[in-house]
């Protein structure tokens, strides 16, 4: 069983930055290829980013691209997620997944976050 509790949301300005952090529990996650989706009112859960268990591989939404990067640490057991340049249209839910594939389809990860909250005023 892998438990994820994702924290660093909050409000900023258009064009600033926030670092979101997902840590893991339970069974290491090192594993586990690690994904941040996000999801905004009345819209569908949709893929941000993805990372593969080594680290070594990353994806990225067309619309994220350029500002987003995701990176983990094994040894600490958390997956990262730096936004910078963030737009109106980036506010949403952020939720971190883990997934024992390599893939952007939300319905292939088995262990979620809570979720976490990030507005991004203009």
């Known amino acids: 069983q892998v438990s994820l509790v994702e924290s660093g949301g909050g409000l900023v300005q258009a064009g600033g930055s926030l670092r979101l952090s997902c840590a893991a529990s339970?069974?290491?996650?090192?594993?586990?290829?690690m994904a941040w989706f996000r999801q905004a009112p009345g819209e569908e859960r949709v893929f941000v980013a993805r990372?593969?268990?080594?680290?070594?591989?990353?994806v990225y939404a067309d619309s994220v691209k350029g500002r987003f990067t995701i990176s983990r640490d094994n040894a600490k057991n958390t997956v990262d997620l730096e936004m910078n340049s963030l737009k109106p249209e980036d506010t949403a839910i952020y939720y971190c997944?883990?997934?024992?594939?390599?893939?952007?389809?939300?319905?292939?990860?088995?262990?979620w976050g809570q979720g976490i909250q990030v507005t991004v005023s203009s």
């Open positions: 997944a883990a997934s024992p594939i390599t893939t952007s389809d939300w319905n292939r990860y088995f262990a």
């Open positions: 990372i593969s268990a080594s680290g070594v591989s990353t």
């Open positions: 339970g069974r290491t996650n090192n594993i586990y290829h």
